[in-house]
């Protein structure tokens, strides 16, 4: 079973999580203020998620290890859960290179 990607509109702001095959959320998107613009992010995702300089390897101020997918202009599209450990965060990354490039969009905006 493949990756998903499902749309979401909270609070009248669109964003979208990148679920891997089993379900769990592997990256959660910015916030956008139009449908379109959160489209245009799940693109950008699919693209740029087979980059390996696209990811941004960073840790929390409790020194958790996570990672920011960043577009082709630098500005973050994506962000990951905090993990345990940098090996973890290294399979996190590898999960959303394989995950994303063919990931069903499911829209439950509608």
């Given at each position: 079973?493949?990756?998903?990607i ?82 973890a ?20 905006t509608?």
């Open positions: 079973m493949a990756g998903k499902e749309l979401k509109n909270s609070k009248g702001q669109f964003m979208f999580n990148l679920k891997a095959s089993n379900g769990k959320i592997i990256l959660t998107s910015e916030r956008y203020t139009t449908k379109s613009g959160a489209m245009n992010g799940i693109e950008s995702v699919k693209k740029n998620s087979k980059l390996d300089g696209q990811y941004e390897r960073l840790e929390s101020k409790k020194g958790e290890p996570y990672f920011v997918l960043k577009a082709k202009n630098n500005e973050p599209i994506g962000r990951s859960e905090m993990y345990s450990s940098k090996s965060i290294e399979n996190g990354i590898a999960s959303v290179k394989e995950n994303a490039p063919s990931a069903e969009i499911v829209d439950l509608e």
